[in-house]
Nanobody, 115 residues
Framework: QIRLVESGGGLVQAGGSLRLSCAAS????????MGWYRQAPGKQRELVAH???????VYADSAKGRFTISRDCPKNTIFLQIATLELEDTDVYYC?????????WGQGTQVTVSS
């Protein structure tokens, strides 16, 4: 069974930084792509960034500059570093992975930014 487990969310002050982690239950090279999405209440889930099996990264326009996706292959883990947190970064962040047309999601981790 393929599982993605996020961690690292929490309550953080604006201006601070945070690193989210997503640990996969299988070798991450089995995935075509892994990434992070965010979702606010009542809104659609939207892409933050993804990284493909070759290591190429893609960022949503809104995420360029303060968000960094990376991975630790031996630990089968990807990360999302968020710098200079803003109130608008408050959301539930989900880890996502795909193998061809099959998609997998983590349970989500809440990030709340306070002023």
């Amino acid at each position: 069974q393929i599982r993605l487990v996020e961690s690292g969310g929490g309550l953080v002050q604006a201006g601070g930084s945070l690193r989210l982690s997503c640990a996969a239950s299988i070798n991450i090279f089995e995935f075509n792509r892994m990434g992070w999405y965010r979702q606010a209440p009542g809104k659609q889930r939207e892409l933050v960034a993804h990284i493909n099996v070759g290591g190429k990264t893609v960022y949503a326009d809104s995420a360029k500059g303060r968000f960094t996706i990376s991975r630790d292959c031996p630990k089968n883990t990807i990360f999302l570093q968020i710098a200079t947190l803003e109130l608008e970064d408050t959301d539930v962040y989900y880890c996502h992975a795909s193998i061809l047309s099959r998609e997998y999601w983590g349970q989500g981790t809440q990030v709340t930014v306070s002023s």
